[in-house]
């Protein structure tokens, strides 16, 4: 069975650096697509990076400059590095990850989350 863990949230001052891991367990595939979420109370889930295969990542521009993703895919891990944040980065953050084992058959997975709180 897939399983989606998110590790490397913390309280941080403004400014600071946090990495983020996401690791995937119960698939020698390579997932397809993996990406990573945040949402803070009262708002929508927001996409904050995203990656397909080996295709350049996609990170809005809400994060753009500060952000990067970057995958292990030997190991099924996901990276977000983050820096510089700001109090507006506060959110618990997901990991989400596409597999796709044949036609018609695609699968998504979701971590619990990992909180992260930037503190002015």
């Known amino acids: 069975q897939v399983q989606l863990v998110e590790s490397g949230g913390d309280l941080v001052q403004a400014g600071g650096s946090l990495r983020l891991s996401c690791v995937a367990t119960?698939?020698?595939?390579?997932?397809?697509?993996m990406s990573w979420y945040r949402q803070a109370p009262g708002n929508q889930r927001e996409l904050v990076a995203d990656?397909?295969?080996?295709?350049?990542?996609g990170i809005p521009d809400s994060v753009k400059g500060r952000f990067t993703v970057s995958r292990d895919n030997d190991k099924n891990t996901m990276y977000l590095h983050m820096n510089n944040l700001k109090p507006e980065d506060t959110g618990r953050y997901y990991c989400s990850a596409v597999l796709r084992l044949g036609i018609g058959d695609i699968r998504n997975y979701w971590g619990q989350g990992t909180q992260v709180t930037v503190s002015s």
């Open positions: 990656t397909w295969g080996t295709s350049s990542p």
């Open positions: 119960g698939s020698t595939l390579s997932f397809d697509r």
